[in-house]
């Protein structure tokens, strides 16, 4: 006897698959096609930068390509500097990371950053990375 799964079954499904999939990614386990290296600071670090989740939210809201003034418009100066990559062929990715401030990430032992990318003057995106 074979029972046909509802949709609210399969829906229930896929967000358990997705919440097991952001789980070990914040909990620094490898992902497949990720080679995230550690939090690897070049320069000053600002230990006292931070952003909110106001902040958070205006970065949410820029579009891949606007103009890296934007997104220091949105979350001010970066706790560090990354080093560079090379995503693309020919180009030079330039990455900054934000130390998110909240009360409960302070009682913690872990610490939330959120790495914003570059190509030259252009946004391309964001990552949570957890440490």
């Given at each position: 006897m074979t029972e046909k799964i509802t949709s609210n079954q399969g829906l229930a499904g896929v967000a358990g698959i997705l919440a097991l999939g952001i789980f070990f990614q914040a909990m620094g386990l490898p992902s497949f096609g990720s080679k995230d290296a550690g939090l690897d600071c070049q320069g000053s670090v600002r230990s006292q930068q931070t952003v909110s989740e106001d902040q958070i939210a205006k970065l949410i809201t820029l579009k891949n390509g606007d103009p890296k003034d934007a997104v220091r418009k949105a979350l001010k100066e970066p706790y560090c500097t990354l080093p560079a990559l090379s995503l693309r062929t020919g180009t030079r990715t330039e990455r900054e990371a934000y130390r998110v401030a909240?009360?409960?990430?302070?009682?913690?032992?872990?610490?939330?950053?959120?790495?914003?990318?570059?190509e030259g003057n252009q946004y391309l995106g964001y990552k949570f990375w957890v440490r």
């Open positions: 909240s009360d409960a990430l302070e009682r913690s032992t872990s610490q939330t950053f959120i790495v914003v990318s570059y």
